[in-house]
T-cell receptor
């Protein structure tokens, strides 16, 4: 079955880079996503990557996908205090019709000024 | 566009009471979802709907019912609330991947914080 795992907590200093890691088990993933949840709010899509890509860059965000190891990472360059939030990794599996999205438990990023 | 809205934002129930959570979206999305979020457990799918008039069970459906009478609305009902249903409930919606309109990104509402005493 599908399983998405993340570490629970990451602390970085403002201005440093943050790297949030995620592993997944289903090799038939089609899309992998990173969502951000700020306190008291719902999840908001940050970025996504197709399963046939290795890397995607979007301004301060870099997503790396290692399909062999089923490992996904999100790098945030020049981390700001406004980046403090919970980051969820998610994978979509299957083809045709309804395709299930499985979320990790979320990594809480704390940015120290 | 308001996106995905949820009502109410907060609610306290006594064990055995019933209530309905309302989710509305104005993006003409086909798919809608109800999740619960609990500490250390991430998001778990309760029920989902792939279109008006259809519903299906997710990962943790017991104790909940849903209805999708209109495309824009997805209702989550608790017939007899239990303390184990204390949680934050999120509704989400998306286009299905087949339409080619999107990557099936889910758009989330702000959540409903429910406490069952």
């Amino acid at each position: 079955g599908e399983d998405v795992e993340q570490s629970l907590f990451l602390s970085v200093r403002e201005g440093d880079s943050s790297v949030i890691n995620c592993t997944y088990t289903d090799s038939s993933s089609t899309y992998l996503y990173w969502y951000k949840q700020e306190p008291g709010a719902g999840l908001q899509l940050l970025t996504y990557i197709f399963s046939n890509m290795d890397m995607k860059q979007d301004q301060r965000l870099t997503v790396l996908l290692n399909k062999k190891d089923k490992h996904l990472s999100l790098r945030i360059a020049d981390t700001q205090t406004g980046d403090s939030a919970i980051y969820f990794c998610a994978e979509k599996v299957g083809s045709g019709g309804y395709q299930k999205v499985t979320f990790g438990i979320g990594t809480k990023l704390q940015v120290i000024p | 566009n308001a996106g995905v809205t949820q009502t109410p934002k907060f609610r306290v129930l006594k064990t055995g009471q019933s209530m309905t959570l309302l989710c509305a979206q104005d993006m003409n999305h086909e798919y809608m979802y109800w999740y619960r979020q609990d500490p250390g457990m991430g998001l778990r799918l309760i029920h989902y709907s792939v279109g008006e008039g259809t519903t299906a069970k997710g990962e943790v459906p017991d104790g909940y019912n849903v209805s999708r009478l209109k495309k824009q609305n997805f209702l989550l009902g608790l017939e007899s609330a239990a303390p184990s249903q204390t949680s934050v409930y999120f509704c989400a919606s998306s286009y299905p991947l087949l339409t080619g309109k999107s990557t099936d990104t889910q758009y989330f509402g702000p959540g409903t914080r429910l406490t069952v005493l």
